[in-house]
């Protein structure tokens, strides 16, 4: 079921919210249109107050022009009348004893006399009104023909308008493009990727967004190095201590086996066992997270592979041989690093193990084809993770405190190597509860 889409103005709102750019044209247009209308309106103001009673005798003039040019011998002329109209945008309406007669019926007669203004525009009829020696009144108006242009500005006007809020736009989207450039270089960074810096533009002589992104440069740039100097330090002193853990091995096995010092051996071949391996961990993931890690890939059979792992993961488990393996029938051969990928397995299984160990059901491995991917997905019936914390689960170090406890065993970097061994091979890891239990699913490409 599609979720059902909001409506058009909210939609337009939140895109306004959103957006810098659409805020900076909204603010641009406001702008016109606000210095627009004042323009008009001290226009209109300026003309009605002062240049009105200015025009009013040159106006009555002309009229009076008009009129003796109509009314030849102090009667109207109806010819002169019609030329008159044809030659210019005016009405002309005859009345009198013997003459009835307007040169455009189809119009309304003119009202010059406004109820709104009674006592500023009462004179108006007085203006453009005369009378003539032999009794008739002459009215003139203007014709409305004159005006029928008025729609198609209009629309020339709004035409106008648009293009330029569209050139507004551009040219805010031209200066605004800094922001993407920096939007894309910080997730880049998120990402860990420092090998393409963020664009400046005008490097010699910056505006603000330029600032903006070589400041975030220089940090990248600190936050590379601090990240080089960590991982240089971990390697040093995981290889450091590799020496020293194999001479303590070597003294601890040279130790003799008598009942007295036998579980004293043990345990302590126990504990330096697992400090190598912790050391093992901690190189493989450094060499995994390096952008360079190197994958050795050769034909694997994921299911003879998680057999041996299970093999080997019975000496710590005792239900290790009760997994289900379940493999779809002509399960295809795929490019892997057999080592890492052993890794990934030994992982996701002893963690399904040891978190699963207090139910009944033993966990599963499950293998499927769907999509040209391949599913690895391994599932435990344990009291699983609470929600909140698993899209930490694979972060390197972390351990939640309900799942795990220090006695559990582990640091925290097996899920963590997971993840990265998965990435390796352009695949991914992803986490959810399975109720009961937690379910770890692992993406591969299938070549």
């Not at 106006?59 to 030329?83: F, S, W």
């Not at 922001?179 to 910056?206: C, E, K, M, T, Y």
């Amino acid at each position: 079921m599609t979720a059902r889409r909001p409506p058009w103005h909210r939609r337009a709102r939140q895109a306004v919210g959103h957006s810098i750019k659409l805020r900076l044209v909204l603010i641009f247009l406001l702008l016109a249109l606000t210095v627009a209308a004042a323009f008009l309106f001290g226009a209109q103001k300026a003309f009605s107050v002062g240049w009105r009673e200015a025009a009013r005798p040159l106006l009555m003039d002309y009229v009076d022009h008009l009129a003796a040019d109509i009314a030849v011998g102090g009667a109207p002329d109806l010819a002169r009348a019609q030329a008159l109209t044809e030659r210019l945008p005016l009405t002309i309406d005859v009345q009198g004893p013997r003459v009835n007669w307007r040169s455009h019926p189809d119009h309304e007669r003119a009202r010059w006399k406004r109820e709104s203004n009674a006592g500023e525009d009462a004179d108006w009829s007085r203006l453009l009104r005369r009378t003539t020696a032999d009794g008739h009144q002459i009215e003139f108006g203007l014709n409305d023909d004159a005006f029928q242009r008025r729609p198609r500005l209009i629309g020339l006007t709004l035409v106008t308008l648009l293009l330029l809020t569209l050139a507004a736009f551009l040219i805010v989207r031209r200066m605004l493009r800094p922001l993407d450039d920096i939007r894309a270089g910080a997730r880049r960074f998120g990402a860990g990727d420092f090998s393409q810096p963020i664009p400046v533009q005008h490097a010699n002589r910056p505006d603000e967004l330029g600032q903006l992104a070589a400041t975030i440069n220089t940090m990248g740039q600190d936050i590379q190095q601090m990240l080089d100097a960590k991982r240089a330090l971990l390697l040093a002193i995981s290889h450091e201590l590799r020496s020293p853990l194999t001479r303590a091995r070597l003294n601890t096995e040279l130790l003799p086996e008598s009942e007295d010092v036998l579980p004293q051996r043990q345990a302590l071949l126990r504990d330096l066992q697992e400090m190598s391996a912790q050391i093992t961990d901690l190189l493989e993931s450094e060499r995994l997270s390096s952008p360079h890690a190197a994958l050795q890939r050769e034909p694997v059979d994921l299911p003879a592979l998680a057999h041996e792992v299970l093999t080997e993961l019975a000496a710590r488990h005792v239900r290790a041989a009760e997994v289900r393996v379940r493999v779809p029938p002509h399960f295809p051969s795929l490019l892997l690093d057999r080592v890492r990928m052993r890794l990934l397995l030994r992982n996701l299984l002893d963690n399904a193990l040891r978190h699963g160990a207090a139910s009944t059901q033993a966990p599963e491995l499950s293998l499927a084809v769907e999509a040209g991917q391949v599913q690895l997905v391994v599932r435990d019936h344990g009291s699983g993770v609470p929600d909140e914390q698993l899209h930490r689960l694979s972060e390197a170090f972390y351990r939640p405190d309900s799942a795990r406890t220090r006695s559990a065993g582990g640091v925290g970097l097996g899920l963590y190597l997971c993840k990265l061994v998965a990435q390796a091979h352009g695949g991914g890891l992803c986490f959810e509860n399975a109720g009961p239990g937690l379910r770890a699913t692992v993406t591969l490409p299938r070549p």
